[in-house]
């Protein structure tokens, strides 16, 4: 069924955004928090062809109360020559999730890919730096795999027990990983671990890389103090704020 997509669908095609119809072929849950749904791409890779990139996101359109919103999500597992790829969902209360928690095969979702890209850093960092949590996983696996020989810390924010068990694309002779606990909703102790222990890893600002992608507040908190306090330059941070706590 199409579902109007508004003001926002108005300056989305404006802004040369195409839209595609993405068919649900199965969903598994990972952890009764965290959803795995797959899809057929509606023609999406074979048109993306070589600007398929990590990180690749798509805006998807939901309905609620008569009204659209669109939530950005990233590919996961892309496969052109099947034209298939899932997306993955961290549960919690809200239109997408709703609509993740009830998909079955043959249902169908409405996207439009606009604003997605990816610089890889130049010259590569001799060890990724990533800080992250829960919704932003599938891009820093996906991340993670397009640096196969690099090593990397990551800095992950958990909130559930299960949250151990999710799929986190490590390799045990080149990735470290921190997990921090959120508490009360505050991504404060993510901000204070990150904040004693990333300078430790930065030998030179000018070649390191951090990719960055939590909660706004804490991804803007995190930005500044990259940007002015350790002194990294601004192409060897890429950060974007994921989810606003309700």
């Known amino acids: 069924m199409a579902v109007g997509k508004g ?3 108005v300056v989305l095609k404006l802004m040369r955004g195409r839209d595609f119809t993405f068919t649900v072929t199965g969903a598994e849950d990972v952890t009764e928090h965290y959803r ?3 899809l057929s791409d509606g023609g999406l890779l074979a048109e993306a062809g070589d600007s398929l990139h990590p990180t690749m996101w798509v805006r998807l359109w939901f309905q609620s109360e008569g009204k659209p919103h669109q939530r950005a999500y990233t590919l ?3 496969d052109p020559a099947g034209g298939t790829f899932s997306l ?3 549960l919690h209360d809200g239109v997408a999730s709703s609509w993740a928690r009830a998909a079955k095969p043959g249902d169908t979702i409405e996207a439009t890919v606009q604003g997605t890209g990816f610089t890889a850093p130049a010259p590569e960092p001799q060890r990724l730096l990533v800080i992250g949590d829960p919704a932003s996983l599938p891009a820093i696996n996906s991340l ?3 640096f196969p020989d690099t090593p990397a810390t990551l800095w992950f924010e958990t909130q559930h027990d299960s949250d151990a068990e999710l799929p986190i694309r490590l390799d045990a002779d080149r990735h470290e990983i921190r997990r921090v606990g959120r508490g009360t909703g505050s991504g404060a102790a993510l901000v204070e671990r ?3 222990e990333l300078p430790g890893l930065v030998t030179d600002p000018d ?3 951090v990719w960055l992608a939590c909660d706004t507040a804490t991804t803007r908190a995190l930005t500044g103090y990259l940007r002015k306090d350790l002194g990294l330059p601004k192409q060897r ?3 974007l704020g994921y989810w606003r706590p309700v």
Do not use: H, I, Q, T
Request: hydrophobic fraction near 40%; avoid cysteine; charged fraction near 30%.
């Open 237 to 239: 941070v890429n950060s």
């Open 207 to 209: 070649s390191a890389y």
């Open 7 to 9: 003001w926002e669908g």
């Open 88 to 90: 993955e969902f961290a």
């Open 194 to 196: 990150v904040k004693s």
């Open 144 to 146: 993670l795999d397009s």
């Open 76 to 78: 996961v597992d892309p």
């Open 36 to 38: 795995r749904v797959r």
